[in-house]
């Protein structure tokens, strides 16, 4: 079992730096093998009486049903709460609010790994090249900036590959709502000029899990890492359970909280994508219902279907 702690008792505890000794994690699931065709058994059959042909009622709630869930909890809370979920067994899409842009927080660095790991793919990186700071390898920065959201072994890789490639990065793969313009500052780069969307984080995800977005070896390292996630939110707590796995990657500061990942559920994988923020308190204890009720949706669809599928 993960260990339950926050990013908020990370800042406590002062672990946000190179210092924190993080255990490696045991890889889970690689990459996971290709999502089957949506089976005929997602789908309850009735008879029309009119005509005695067989007419395909769903079964279950919608994939709508989530961004319904979003957008009553956007309506009905104090903060702006966006979602988008994508079933990768269909390639359905849902989502409410997905292009509105937040600060990033510590989503930004699933982009500077994802950076990283793509310029070990073209060969213009290696994974035992050693990074700045005290953060070891590439390999061990990646790890630690993913796990435990080291903030500063992060900085350190996104300086080694360079700011600029990874606004490259994201303008390659069509991520027109993040930004990466870091702030440099006499201590060294800060994050306040980053920015992302539910949109481009849930692309991102789909297109690492579906092995479009990196080699194979860099991808079943980054979902390894996800795997890995050593902190919880209210999204990963209503998600993972002893039948469902979520790898993920959080993003908290004062007036911010996320959460994204790909859950696996029933023999299905989905990617979800939950970005909020404008809380008029600190946002990760004023976020929790909008996380945690994203959430249920999500698992009462994939409940769902795997019910469906049986």
Known sequence: M???????????????????????????????????????ADEAVVTDPGTAAAVPTP???????????AAELDAGLDGDVTAVVVDLATGERTGHRGGTAFTSASLYKLYVVATALDQVDTGDLALDAVVGGGCGTVARAAELAITVSDNACAISLGSMVGWDQVEDFVERESLSGTTFHPVEHAGGWGTAGQETTADDTADLLVRLAEGDLLGAEST??????????????????????????????????????HDAGILTMGGRRYVVAVLTGGWPGHAEPAAEPALAGVG??????AAARADASR
Request: hydrophobic share 45%; with cysteine; charged share 15%.
């Open 220 to 257: 079943t390292f980054l979902l390894t890492q996800l795997d890995g996630q050593y902190f919880d939110s209210a999204l990963s707590l209503t998600l993972a359970d002893d039948d469902a796995a979520f790898g993920h990657k959080l993003g908290t500061l004062a007036e911010v909280s």
């Open 2 to 40: 993960r260990g339950r702690l926050t990013l908020a008792t990370l800042t406590v505890l002062g672990l946000g730096g190179c210092g924190t000794a993080a255990t490696s994690p045991t890889a889970t699931s690689g990459v996971a093998p290709v999502d089957p065709p949506a089976a005929v």
């Open 59 to 69: 079964a279950g709630p919608s994939l709508s049903s989530v961004s319904d869930a």
């Open 296 to 301: 249920e949706a999500l698992r009462a669809y």
